[in-house]
C-alpha cells in the first residue's frame, strides 16, 4: 500500500520555521508561548531545554529570548536588545510582513486601519509599528463611529477570513479617496483544505490527524469524507485499526494545523508496521 | 413667493468650469466636443466663436485649442504643443486626477487597471498616462482570464457607478498582495439627488429642469415628487404654467446634468414674470 502526504497539512511554514529556530537555540526561553501547542512546547522544553517566560523583564543580560511567531511589540524589542538580551526572532514571516507595513503606511501619513483582535499578540505586535498610531477593528459596525483621514491603509490579522475583511474593505472605499489594501491574510488553512480535496480523490483510505475539538482538523475531514468514504479522524497513532488497511492500495495522510510533525510520523510509522 | 435653487444642480463643476475657460477663450476650437450638449456648444459658437474641430491635426501653428472636459491622449496633447498650438485645458480637474494617479501607479509598478469604457474620450485619456500601460475592464468577467502581478492600481472612469466599482475590488483584493484601490468616481449626480431630497421637503412646488428623455433628471423628478406632490418636470420655460405658482410661498428649482445654466436662468425669469 502507498502512503500519500496531502501536500499541505499540519502546520504552517511560519509555525514549523518557529520550532526548527528553537531546537537550534538550546538553553533559551521564549517569550510566550513559542505557538498555541502545549504539547509541542512540552517537548520543546524537555528536548532541547527551551523555557518558557512570560514577563519579558524577568530576562537578564547575556540570555536568549527567542520571539514567538506572533512576533513582539516594537518597544519590548528594543528594550530586549537595550538589556543585553540575545534575541533571536521567530516571528513568522507573515507577521514580520504587516508589522513593515504599518510602519511605512503610518510614516507615509496614511490612517492605518487593521482588522483583528486588539488583544491578540500579533495585533499588539502590528500596531506597534505604526509609527503615528493603528486604530483596530474587529467588525464593520466598530467603523461607524469612527472618522479618519482621506488616505487609508488596511491591514489584517493573518488568521482571519477573506470575506470578513472584504466586508471591512467594501466599508471604507467608498468612504475616502484612497483605501490601500493589504492582503495579509495567510492562507495556510486554505491550502491545507485544497490539498485534502485532491488527495482524498485518488485515495481508498484517508486518516486525518488532529485533535477532536480542532475546529479545521474536523474541516478537514469532512472534505475528505465526501471524497472517500474510508476517512478517519485521529489525535495520535494508539487510535489506528488495522482493518483499515485491508485490501487498500492507496493510503492519504494529513493533519490539522494544530498537529505536530512528530505525531504525524509516529502515526505513519505505526501505520506502515500494521500492513506489513 | 421665494424662488429657491437647489445646494446642487445641473452642470456639474467641471461643466461649468469648462464652460467659462471657453466663454474667456473666444477665436478659439475645441478639440472634440467640450461637453455632452449640443445646444450649449452651438451657443459657444455663435457668441463666443468657439468652434469644434474633430482632428487634432487640423490644428495649425498659433492655433487656440481647448481641451474637452474629458481630457486628452498624453501624446495628442504633447503634438499639440510641439506643433506651436496654444492649448487651454479645460480638463475637468476629476479626471486629470486619475490621469496622475494612472501615471505615478505605472512609473511605482503597480499593474493599473482601470474600471471604464474603453472608448470614451476620457478613459483613452487616463490609459495613456499609464507610462507602462494599463487594462481597461467594464465587468469581473472580464478580469477572469487576466494575470497580474502582486501590486494592482485600481482606477475607476468618474461616472461609473460605486457598487460595480466594489465588485470589480472584490474581486482582486483577495487575490493579489496589494490592491491600492482610487477612489475617482464624481459624485456630482449624488449631490443633485441629495439636494434635491433636502429641497422638495421644505418647497411646496417643485420645478425640474432637463430632457424628457434624461435618465438623471427622472430620477430628481421621483425625489422631489415623493416629498412635494407638486413636482413639475419641464424642459424649459415655454412649459411653465402660472397656475402652479397660485398661493405658493416657496418654489424649488432644479436641473438634470445636462442643462445649461441659461435655460435654468430663463425658467426663473419666468416664474418671477408669472407670479408678478
Same mark, same amino acid.
Given at each position: 500500500?502507498?502512503?500519500e502526504?496531502?501536500e499541505?497539512? $499540519?502546520?504552517?511554514?511560519?509555525?514549523?520555521?518557529? &520550532?526548527?529556530? =528553537?531546537?537550534?537555540?538550546?538553553?533559551?526561553?521564549?517569550?510566550?508561548?513559542?505557538?498555541?501547542?502545549?504539547?509541542?512546547?512540552?517537548? !520543546?522544553?524537555?528536548?532541547?531545554?527551551?523555557?518558557?517566560?512570560?514577563?519579558?523583564?524577568?530576562?537578564?543580560?547575556?540570555?536568549?529570548? %527567542?520571539?514567538?511567531?506572533?512576533? %513582539?511589540?516594537?518597544?519590548?524589542?528594543?528594550?530586549?536588545?537595550?538589556? $543585553? &538580551?540575545?534575541?533571536?526572532? +521567530?516571528?513568522?514571516?507573515?507577521?514580520?510582513?504587516?508589522?513593515? #507595513?504599518?510602519?511605512?503606511?503610518?510614516?507615509? $501619513?496614511?490612517?492605518?486601519?487593521?482588522?483583528?483582535?486588539?488583544?491578540?499578540?500579533? %495585533?499588539?505586535?502590528?500596531?506597534?509599528? =505604526?509609527?503615528?498610531?493603528?486604530?483596530?477593528?474587529?467588525?464593520?459596525?466598530?467603523?461607524?463611529?469612527?472618522?479618519?483621514h482621506?488616505? %487609508? +491603509? !488596511?491591514?489584517?490579522?493573518?488568521?482571519? /477570513?477573506?470575506?470578513?475583511?472584504?466586508?471591512?474593505?467594501?466599508?471604507?472605499?467608498?468612504?475616502?479617496?484612497?483605501?490601500?489594501?493589504?492582503?495579509?491574510?495567510?492562507?495556510?488553512?486554505?491550502?491545507?483544505?485544497? +490539498?485534502v480535496? /485532491?488527495?482524498? /480523490?485518488?485515495?481508498?483510505?484517508?486518516? #486525518?490527524?488532529?485533535?477532536?475539538?480542532?475546529?479545521?482538523t474536523?474541516?478537514l475531514?469532512?472534505?475528505?469524507?465526501?471524497?472517500?468514504?474510508?476517512?478517519?479522524? &485521529?489525535?495520535?497513532?494508539?487510535?489506528?485499526?488495522?482493518?483499515?488497511?485491508?485490501?487498500k492500495?492507496?493510503?492519504?495522510?494529513? +493533519?490539522? =494545523?494544530?498537529?505536530?510533525?512528530? &505525531?504525524?510520523?509516529?502515526? #505513519?510509522?505505526?501505520?506502515?508496521?500494521s #500492513?506489513?
Amino acid at each position: 500500500m502507498k502512503i500519500e502526504l496531502a501536500e499541505n497539512y $499540519g502546520f504552517c511554514f511560519g509555525v514549523k520555521r518557529a &520550532i526548527k529556530i =528553537a531546537e537550534e537555540n538550546t538553553n533559551a526561553a521564549t517569550y510566550g508561548p513559542l505557538i498555541h501547542n502545549s504539547k509541542e512546547i512540552a517537548r !520543546l522544553d524537555k528536548d532541547f531545554k527551551v523555557g518558557l517566560v512570560e514577563d519579558f523583564q524577568t530576562f537578564k543580560p547575556g540570555d536568549k529570548a %527567542i520571539v514567538r511567531t506572533h512576533g %513582539i511589540v516594537k518597544d519590548e524589542l528594543a528594550q530586549l536588545k537595550e538589556n $543585553g &538580551i540575545e534575541v533571536v526572532d +521567530a516571528t513568522c514571516p507573515f507577521v514580520t510582513k504587516p508589522q513593515e #507595513i504599518a510602519q511605512e503606511m503610518s510614516e507615509k $501619513g496614511y490612517d492605518v486601519v487593521i482588522f483583528g483582535d486588539e488583544s491578540h499578540p500579533e %495585533i499588539k505586535g502590528v500596531k506597534s509599528y =505604526a509609527t503615528h498610531g493603528a486604530t483596530v477593528v474587529t467588525s464593520v459596525e466598530e467603523l461607524h463611529d469612527l472618522k479618519f483621514h482621506e488616505r %487609508i +491603509a !488596511l491591514i489584517a490579522q493573518t488568521t482571519r /477570513k477573506v470575506e470578513d475583511y472584504m466586508e471591512i474593505a467594501n466599508y471604507l472605499i467608498p468612504r475616502h479617496k484612497e483605501v490601500r489594501i493589504f492582503n495579509t491574510i495567510c492562507n495556510a488553512t486554505f491550502e491545507n483544505q485544497e +490539498a485534502v480535496r /485532491k488527495l482524498s /480523490k485518488k485515495a481508498d483510505v484517508m486518516i #486525518i490527524i488532529g485533535g477532536k475539538n480542532s475546529s479545521n482538523t474536523k474541516q478537514l475531514f469532512n472534505i475528505s469524507y465526501e471524497n472517500c468514504p474510508n476517512s478517519y479522524h &485521529i489525535e495520535d497513532e494508539n487510535e489506528l485499526e488495522s482493518e483499515w488497511f485491508l485490501n487498500k492500495k492507496h493510503c492519504g495522510v494529513t +493533519a490539522g =494545523a494544530s498537529t505536530p510533525d512528530w &505525531i504525524i510520523q509516529n502515526v #505513519i510509522n505505526s501505520i506502515e508496521k500494521s #500492513i506489513n
